[in-house]
Nanobody, 126 residues
């Protein structure tokens, strides 16, 4: 399985940005998908997760109401729409695939992720 994230960039506070992850090399619908983020010197934090079918989503409190995760099972892609961005959202964003928690995105943890994509940098200026 390979995950390829794209769509990061530099934006101003209050702007919107969408990052996308393309999944290949496996059965996409077997995996819950998630986004994590990391700033230098800190742990990788869970941001949002989505179940196999897309019917269940789960968000970190820090992004709830501002970010939306979605998936397109026909195109093997998962998106993270980020609105009302804040400088504290600045981080490298990583796409992740979790087989075991396929229908329970709230249970996705960094140590349980099966596959990681390379990160994409999101920078929010004040």
């Amino acid at each position: 399985v390979q995950l390829q994230a794209c769509g990061g960039g530099l934006v101003q506070a209050g702007d919107s940005l969408r990052v996308t992850c393309e999944f290949s090399g496996g059965r996409f619908t077997s995996y819950a998908m998630a986004w994590f983020r990391q700033v230098p010197g800190k742990d990788r934090d869970f941001v949002a997760g989505i179940s196999w079918t897309g019917g269940i989503t789960y968000y970190a409190d820090s992004v709830k109401g501002r970010f939306t995760i979605s998936r397109d099972n026909a195109k093997n892609t998962v998106h993270l729409q980020m609105n009302s961005l804040k400088p504290e959202d600045t981080a490298v964003y990583y796409c992740a695939a979790d087989y075991y928690n396929g229908n329970f995105p709230s249970r996705i943890r960094e140590h349980g992720v099966d596959y990681w994509g390379k990160g994409t940098q999101v920078t929010v200026s004040s």
